[in-house]
C-alpha cells in the first residue's frame, strides 16, 4: 500500500527558508504527478504547487510563485521536495503532500494525501 509521508515542518522566523520532503513509501519508481496542499485551522485547503512525474510541468499557486520551488529526486522519481524561501507568517499552515495522475489533477481532486507537517513562520 502505497502512502505519502512527508518532512521537514518546523518554526523558523520571518524570512528564513524550509525544506519539506514528501516520499512515496511502497514505490520503487513513480510515474505519478506529485504536489503540495497547505491548510490553516478554521480555512479551506489551498493549492500550493504541482509536478509532473517527469518534472517538466510545475504549477504553482499565486501565493507562492517566486518564493516556493518544487523538484523530484532523479533517481526512483518518487520524492517530492518543496524549498520554501522568504518565509512569511501568512505561510504557516499544515502542508499537506498529493498525488494524482498528472498535474491538473493534482490540482484539483488527488488520489492520495499524506497526513501533512506543520510548518510555522514567526514574525
Known amino acids: 500500500q502505497v502512502q505519502l509521508v512527508e518532512s521537514g515542518g518546523g518554526l523558523v522566523q520571518t524570512g528564513a527558508s524550509l525544506r519539506l520532503s514528501c516520499a512515496a513509501s511502497g514505490r520503487t519508481f513513480s510515474n505519478y504527478a506529485m504536489g503540495w496542499f497547505r491548510q490553516v485551522p478554521g480555512k479551506e485547503r489551498e493549492f500550493v504547487g504541482s509536478?509532473?512525474?517527469?518534472?517538466?510541468?510545475?504549477?504553482y499557486a499565486d501565493s507562492v510563485k517566486g518564493r516556493f520551488t518544487l523538484s523530484r529526486d532523479k533517481a526512483a522519481n518518487t520524492v517530492v521536495y518543496l524549498q520554501m524561501n522568504s518565509l512569511k507568517p501568512e505561510d504557516t499552515a499544515v502542508y499537506y503532500c498529493v498525488e494524482g495522475l498528472n498535474t491538473d489533477q493534482v490540482k484539483h481532486n488527488p488520489d492520495l494525501w499524506g497526513r501533512g507537517t506543520q510548518v510555522t513562520v514567526s514574525s
Open positions: 509536478i509532473s512525474w517527469s518534472g517538466e510541468i510545475i504549477v
